[in-house]
């Protein structure tokens, strides 16, 4: 398991997460958003986009009319968010400790960002800042990778190979520790190949561990969505779950 700061990791890999790392999901994730919580937000609504990362959702949200504040970890993530989503206001800082006032409609925060949270303790730590963040009545929803998708999309290899890009991955699951493990080697010609290397770790929660750390946390009317009944297609909905709480 990782000892430096979790963010850190995610300045290296900003460059091969914005060349489409997980387009297909971002797309499908849309349709979720805008079936179930576009709906609940009144127009021009105050959203804080949490680890917004390179600005996919951010840039949808703009473009739906909302007010938008995203907030990420990693530097060279906000880099491509503040290109790709003008308009909106970008923060570095950390879900695990970050504070903001009270003037939210609505926190969203999606593609499994939460899973990086190691522990049970950080998860909670999250749902506190994001409660402390919201007004009052104010919506919550973020979708978590679940045991499915670790037992079987985070074990074996994968490798995206493009003229002038390669990136490969090498996923693993221990489920004594419930901890994901993905090793991401990337090539890029730029003055040469230029290689880097990263370590991406996700955690394992139940759902009943999801529900009673957002209600200590003092979020009420919780619901769970398994992504495929809320429209999901393939490998991208599988093992993936919503989850929807309010303050």
């Not at 979720?32 to 009144?42: K, N, Q, S």
């Not at 880099?79 to 909106?88: K, L, M, N, Q, T």
């Not at 995206?160 to 221990?174: E, I, K, L, S």
Request: glycine share 10%; net charge negative.
């Amino acid at each position: 398991m990782p000892e430096a700061p979790l963010y850190t990791t995610y300045d290296a890999f900003a460059w091969c997460y914005t060349r489409g790392w997980g387009d297909e999901y971002h797309k499908q994730a849309q349709a979720v958003l805008e079936g179930h919580v576009f709906p609940r937000l009144a127009p021009g609504a105050r959203v804080l986009d949490l680890c917004c990362g390179s600005g996919n959702l951010a840039a949808v949200l703009r473009a739906s009319g909302f007010q938008v504040t995203g907030i990420d970890g990693s530097a060279r993530m906000l880099e491509f968010a503040r290109g790709r989503a003008p308009g909106a206001e970008f923060l570095l800082a950390d879900a695990r400790t970050f504070r903001l006032d009270a003037v939210f409609d609505a926190v969203l925060s999606t593609f499994d960002s939460l899973n990086h949270m190691l522990t049970l303790g950080e998860l909670e730590a999250v749902f506190r800042n994001v409660h402390a963040a919201l007004r009052k009545g104010g919506l919550f929803v973020f979708d978590l990778n679940m045991l499915e998708s670790f037992e079987t999309m985070w074990r074996g290899d994968m490798a995206d190979v493009q003229d002038n890009a390669v990136a490969v991955t090498r996923g693993r699951y221990d489920p004594d520790e419930r901890l994901g493990r993905a090793e991401v080697t990337m090539f890029r010609l730029e003055d040469g190949w230029q290689r880097s290397d990263v370590t991406v770790f996700e955690r394992c929660y139940s759902e009943e561990e999801v529900r009673a750390a957002l209600e200590r946390a003092g979020f009420r009317d919780l619901r769970a969505l398994d992504a495929r009944d809320g429209g999901m297609r393939g490998d991208t909905g599988l093992g993936r779950s919503f989850f929807f709480a309010v303050k």
